[in-house]
């Protein structure tokens, strides 16, 4: 069967397609009503507006008057009260010696430090392990805590034969008071050590006094009393 092909339509196609190639405006005047140099404009939508729209604004409250403050009042602190210093009633019937005169290692290089900080026992074999350390560091002081003469007489002959002079420290607290200061220096000199000690350790250190409250009239009372047994 053959088609038949609508003649008034497909001429009608052929001058759209026509004029839609050679001139678009013409297309734009007549379907759109414009003319071809208009721009077509946005349309705006308008809402009538209602009470519910409007939040009214609340009248500022007009802010006091600006009351001036007091100025700040500064305590300044007074001078510091002068603190009494204890009457040290030391000995004198010893000679005075400069600081250069006190005895020193050989090769005195000043190093120093801790020896067994965390303990007041000690074995040989503890100085069979460390010494050779210290002695490689080139130590020439040590502070020592040592808690009676056993003790002292089993770490003062490896000190003197590592050339290193100690600082002997009695384990004791700031409240603990001492009697055998005499016997633990000759100790020492029969060794070939000088008697050097520290007496105490921090006794205004609550550390120091196992819960007990801090007295300084006792530990100024023992520190003196020490130092001139020493």
């Known amino acids: 069967m053959r088609k038949h092909w609508n003649v008034p339509s497909v001429v009608l196609a052929l001058i759209v397609i026509a004029l839609l190639a050679c001139s678009p405006q013409v297309i734009v005047q007549?379907?759109?009503?414009?003319?071809?140099?208009?721009?077509?404009?946005?349309v705006a939508f308008v809402t009538t507006p209602t009470r519910a729209m409007f939040t009214p604004i609340a009248t500022p409250t007009?802010?006091?008057?600006a009351t001036a403050l007091p100025a700040p009042s500064i305590a300044l602190p007074g001078d510091p009260s002068p603190t009494a210093l204890p009457v040290l009633n030391l000995r004198t019937d010893l000679p005075?010696?400069?600081?250069?005169?006190?005895?020193?290692?050989?090769?005195?290089?000043?190093?120093?430090?801790?020896?067994?900080a965390d303990r007041v026992?000690?074995?040989?074999?503890?100085f069979e392990i460390q010494m050779p350390r210290v002695i490689d560091l080139q130590m020439r002081w040590m502070l020592v805590?040592?808690?009676?003469?056993?003790?002292?007489?089993?770490?003062?002959?490896?000190f003197k034969a590592a050339g290193i002079f100690p600082i002997w420290r009695r384990y004791l607290r700031a409240y603990n008071r001492y009697s055998?200061?005499?016997?633990?220096?000759?100790?020492?000199?029969e060794n070939g050590l000088p008697p050097?000690?520290?007496?105490y350790n921090e006794p205004d250190s609550e550390a120091e006094w196992d819960g007990r409250a801090v007295n300084?009239?006792?530990w100024v009372a023992n520190f003196v009393q020490t130092a001139r047994d020493v």
């Open 30 to 42: 007549e379907v759109l009503g414009l003319n071809a140099g208009e721009t077509p404009t946005t």
């Open 145 to 158: 805590i040592y808690s009676d003469e056993n003790q002292l007489r089993l770490a003062a002959p490896q």
């Open 196 to 199: 050097y000690f520290q007496i």
């Open 180 to 189: 055998s200061w005499e016997r633990d220096a000759q100790i020492l000199k």
């Open 62 to 65: 007009p802010l006091p008057a």
């Open 121 to 126: 026992y000690y074995t040989q074999r503890d």
């Open 96 to 116: 005075a010696l400069a600081l250069r005169e006190w005895p020193r290692p050989a090769n005195d290089n000043g190093r120093c430090i801790h020896f067994f």
């Open 216 to 218: 300084r009239e006792q």
